[in-house]
């Protein structure tokens, strides 16, 4: 059974910043990829940023692009989102996801496994 537990989710002012992590467990993820999608209120899940497991590339949305980083601990199985300058549009619950296989140059993904979601709420 894979298990995918998010955490770092939080209340922060625009501007500011969050570290969200996800740890992986189950089995050993060697192969596909890893990432981060969001959903807003009344909106649908979107990509926000993916990582290679084995070649470490990384995928952003341009939305995101320059803001946040997305990196890899291969030892804990463990991705993280780095989130700087946040705005009040980052708010949403972020799921982290796991053996991702990207589409259309890395604009889409899709992915087998899902997370529970972590609630990101930036205020103005």
């Known amino acids: 059974q894979v298990q995918l537990v998010e955490s770092g989710g939080g209340l922060v002012q625009a501007g500011g910043s969050l570290r969200l992590s996800c740890a992986a467990s189950?089995?050993?993820?060697?192969?596909?990829?890893m990432g981060w999608f969001r959903q807003a209120p009344g909106k649908e899940r979107e990509f926000v940023a993916v990582?290679?497991?084995?070649?470490?590339?990384?995928y952003y949305a341009d939305s995101v692009k320059g803001r946040f980083t997305i990196s890899r601990d291969n030892a804990k199985n463990t991705v993280y989102l780095q989130m700087n300058s946040l705005k009040p549009e980052d708010t949403a619950v972020y799921y982290c996801?796991?053996?991702?296989?990207?589409?259309?140059?890395?604009?889409?993904?899709?992915?087998?496994?899902w997370g529970q979601g972590t609630q990101v709420t930036v205020s103005s």
């Open positions: 189950g089995r050993t993820f060697s192969t596909y990829a």
């Open positions: 990582i290679s497991w084995s070649s470490g590339n990384t």
């Open positions: 996801a796991a053996d991702c296989v990207g589409f259309e140059g890395g604009s889409r993904w899709l992915c087998d496994y």
